[in-house]
């Protein structure tokens, strides 16, 4: 094992050979000595001694097992498949196969990644404590290496030519082989402690390996002479669709941490440390892992600390219900529907850690659902024939205990102005993350101490806590405009309490923390494009203190068009007073879309042909001139590349009118206009900012004409308010729903009958 330390004076390498990783195997009790001479004459294995241990955190006794010390570390997987396999993947348990040889050896030392501690003579002792919040980060020394290749097709192949390369602010070029070099020379000197990149699994660090080893050239971007260890990359089948999982390139005695990994990108250094503090995983490692890992080896942890092994291969089905119990089970959080429309002087009271909290509060855990201890006694789970054990703590609720204290105290002082602002939103950011992939990972399947059925127990609890906050809003003179899962949004009626007092009777009375999130000036509810209905998660609308709250529109989606990104938080800092009288001297929309020429920079498509369009292939909208030609000038002067896709052979279809598509109201249908544009929406004008209103109501005091953007756009006049007529019939069923209706419904009686 090769550990390296970091203080003032540098970077230490230390070896340590005594390290021996072992693997348990349980089975019957009489059938331990035939097993035992069987796996002693295989080549792999150095010793077998008959130990006791627990294998499950619900027993209590220790039970009999095979410790197998292999004689080294790479043959403990072929070792565990020769030896399940041997008792028909089903007499043999194994535990503590595939742990992180990382892990093993930093919870067996009661060390951890990151922290302050103390080595002698093979001795190792901590000097801070592991769950401490307020502790120092070492001053390392960071660079970042960045290349410059010659991509003709838009995204950087294994074939391309390298140009160049950069390592903060030297720039290095030439041949292929003298940047290579130079890239060794430059972190050689710099030598950094972390070597940050930008797409370094993915890319950068396997280009320049098979470089250098095509042309020859030594380079040692670790602190080993060794070269970096490298994962290869895989693609996996998961909830319906492939997942690709680029290649790790792990360096030795220096971090290699790639921008674009979800801690570092979330949470910066900060949040990568913090979680890889908690978790003993480290930070390289820790950087490619996702939150749900890190909890998971927390409870590994756990585990250890109380002697009991981890099991390899969890096969643990889900218990047999019938129909009524899994429909009662099978169901989410609730959620209340929205009153569609623009909505003024709301609050918003949102749990904090809402489902982490429940875990905690009831003792959910696999080992504590359906004791066997607490049959008679147990704290029944609402709606559901579960029961919880009242006499062991699950080992989730000690995992994310101080997970959630932790977080309560960063989310405090991360709003305090200070030099360690920073830090702390790192680390309250990653633990946030943290805590909500705590709860999906009851539900998952290869989750080592996950159960499905705690998920449906956490749903049920997170259930009955809203339908309870939501009366006790209204016996302090409360209404719920909507409410998701651990939020509500009341309207205070003439004689409500004051907003505090509701806080502190449901957070008293529930027994958990509820905060306030804010009151709104104005909030606006989204319909369904389809049905009209209220949106769960659309809304967007404006705090007291001129804060933003979006939630589902364009400016959170991936795949919303950058001039729509830009104008869109114009209008909303800008508000309608101002949009409608200077829409026309400063037109946003008019400003990035019309005007705007084409960028002739790099491609936005990989799959380009360096050709010119045979026949059979046309552009993908359309083969018109005018502008539409000119743009494909100007595609052509990148390289000559053209976007093509072959035709089809039947004629192309014609665009339907707008009012003609589905769905849409007769009431809402537009004058005729071609394409799949929305229809134009009345904007309010005594509103702070430009509102949509989606078949809500304007309201008595709106005044003067109003103009929509896109209606602008398309030389349409002004509205008069006055004159909107909006659609407030109820969705009409179709033949097909209405037929199901009537079957269902059953035949009718007396003279309807006939």
């Known amino acids: 094992m090769v550990l390296w330390l970091w203080n003032e004076r540098g970077a230490h390498r230390i070896e340590d050979r005594r390290v021996v990783p072992t693997f348990f195997l349980h089975a019957p009790p009489p059938e331990l000595p035939a097993i035992r001479r069987r796996i002693e004459i295989l080549d792999g294995v150095r010793e077998v001694r008959e130990i006791s241990k627990r294998i499950a955190l619900e027993d209590d006794e220790r039970r009999p097992v095979l410790e197998i010390v292999p004689r080294h570390y790479r043959d403990i997987r072929n070792l565990a498949h020769i030896l399940d396999s041997n008792g028909g993947y089903v007499d043999h348990r194994l535990f503590n196969v595939d742990l992180r040889f990382s892990q093993r050896y930093a919870i067996e030392h009661d060390i951890f990644p990151m922290g302050l501690l103390h080595y002698a003579n093979g001795v190792w002792r901590a000097e801070e404590e592991h769950f401490a919040l307020d502790y120092p980060l070492p001053a390392l020394r960071k660079s970042l290496l960045d290349l410059h290749v010659d991509n003709p097709a ?273 680390r309250d950011t990653i633990l946030k993350w943290t805590l909500v992939t705590s709860f999906g990972y009851q539900g998952y399947k290869n989750a080592r101490f996950g159960r499905i059925e705690c998920h449906e127990a956490i749903n049920a609890y997170a259930r009955n806590i809203l339908v309870r906050t939501m009366e006790i809003a209204e016996s302090h003179g409360y209404e719920v405009v909507h409410g998701i899962v651990d939020s509500v949004w009341l309207r205070a009626k003439p004689n409500a309490d004051p907003i505090e007092k509701v806080r502190e009777h449901i957070a008293g009375s529930i027994g958990l923390p509820i905060e306030l999130e804010g009151r709104y000036k104005w909030i606006v509810f989204l319909p369904c494009k389809t049905t009209g209905v209220g949106a769960l998660n659309r809304y967007y609308g404006l705090f007291q203190d001129d804060e933003f709250k979006l939630r589902g529109i364009e400016l959170r989606k991936h795949d919303t068009p950058e001039f729509i990104n830009i104008c869109q938080p114009r209008i909303d800092r800008g508000g309608v007073p101002r949009a409608h009288p200077e829409g026309r001297r400063h037109p946003p929309v008019d400003r990035e879309v019309r005007p705007r020429p084409l960028d002739p920079g790099p491609p936005v498509h990989p799959h380009e042909e360096r050709l010119a369009r045979p026949p059979g ?88 004409p109003v103009r929509c953007l896109d209606c602008q756009l398309a030389g349409a006049g002004d509205y008069d308010p006055r004159r909107l007529q909006v659609d407030r019939r109820e969705p009409q069923p179709s033949p097909r729903r209405r037929r199901v209706q009537e079957a269902m419904a059953g035949p009718r009686r007396g003279r309807d009958a006939e």
């Open 154 to 426: 838009g995204i950087p192949r294994m074939q391309d030519r390298l140009l160049g390369a950069r390592v903060d602010d030297v720039e290095i070029d030439g041949d292929v082989e003298t940047i290579l070099k130079g890239i060794d020379a430059v972190v050689r000197s710099k030598d950094p402690d972390v070597l940050m990149t930008d797409g370094g699994d993915a890319f950068l660090m396997p280009y320049l390996a098979a470089k250098a080893s095509e042309l020859g050239v030594k380079m040692q971007l670790g602190r080993d002479p060794d070269r970096f260890v490298g994962v290869k990359a895989k693609s996996y089948f998961t909830y319906g669709k492939i997942v690709y999982k680029p290649g790790q390139y792990i360096l030795r005695g220096r971090l290699h941490l790639d921008r674009g990994h979800f801690a570092f990108r979330e949470s910066d250094f900060a949040g990568l440390a913090e979680l890889s503090r908690l978790s003993t995983l480290t930070p390289q490692e820790q950087a490619r892992l996702t939150p749900g890992t890190a909890f998971s080896a927390m409870q590994v942890n756990q585990a250890y600390h109380d002697g009991c092994l981890v099991v390899w291969k969890k096969n643990r089905p889900e218990d047999f219900k019938d129909a009524e119990n899994l429909l009662r089970g099978d169901r989410g959080g609730f959620t209340f529907e929205p009153e569609v429309g623009v909505h003024e002087g709301l609050y918003e009271l949102d749990f904090s850690s809402l489902y982490p909290s429940i875990m905690v509060k009831y003792n959910i855990s696999a080992e504590t659902l359906d004791c066997s201890c607490c049959t008679t006694d147990g704290l029944p789970v609402p709606e559901l024939r579960y029961h919880l054990c009242t006499r062991r703590v699950g080992i989730v609720g000690r995992v994310l205990k101080p997970l959630i204290e932790r977080r309560r105290y960063y989310k405090k002082m991360k709003k305090e102005p200070g030099p360690l602002q920073d830090i702390y939103t790192g």
């Open 617 to 704: 292939i046309r552009r993908p909208h359309g083969d018109r001139g005018g502008p539409e030609a000119d743009g494909e000038a100007r595609l052509r002067g990148r390289a000559g590349r053209v976007r093509a896709v072959r035709a089809p052979r039947r004629p192309r279809p014609r665009l339907r009118a707008e009012g003609a598509r589905r769905g849409v109201p007769p009431g809402r249908r537009g004058a005729g206009r071609m394409g799949v544009h929305p229809p134009p929406v009345p904007v309010r004008t005594d509103a702070p900012r430009a509102v949509r209103v989606h078949g809500g109501e304007l309201g008595p005091d709106v005044r003067g």
